[in-house]
């Protein structure tokens, strides 16, 4: 059975870092993997993307400040989160997707709040 199991979301302070992890288990590859936001009251957005190739994407307001990386041997996906603001404040969940044609399957989501 398909499963993505997301880390390390928490309570932080502005200008501090946190690192989120996801591991996916039921796939026999990925082609992409990565990061959504959605803060109360707001839409959806993509935060950053990888391909299994290493492909990045960045959100112009992820851009600089975080990094999303990727072990393919452990079916993990990465995202190290520099300098947050109160803006990063959302629950983030790790998406995967076998291709481009194939329906994403979603993890369950973890808190960031980012206040002072």
């Known amino acids: 059975q398909v499963q993505l199991v997301e880390s390390g979301g928490g309570l932080v302070q502005p200008g501090e870092s946190l690192r989120l992890s996801c591991t996916a288990s039921g796939f026999s590859s990925i082609d992409v993997m990565g990061w959504y936001r959605q803060a109360p009251g707001k839409q959806r957005e993509v935060v950053a993307t990888?391909?299994?190739?290493?492909?990045?994407n960045y959100a112009d307001s992820a851009k600089g400040r975080f990094t999303i990386s990727r072990d393919n041997t452990k079916n993990t996906v990465y995202l190290q989160m520099n300098n947050l603001t109160p803006e990063d404040t959302a629950v983030y969940s790790c998406?995967?997707?076998?291709?481009?044609?194939?329906?994403?399957?979603w993890g369950q989501g973890t808190q960031v709040t980012v206040s002072s």
């Open positions: 990888i391909t299994v190739n290493e492909r990045i």
């Open positions: 998406y995967a997707r076998r291709s481009a044609l194939s329906s994403p399957y």
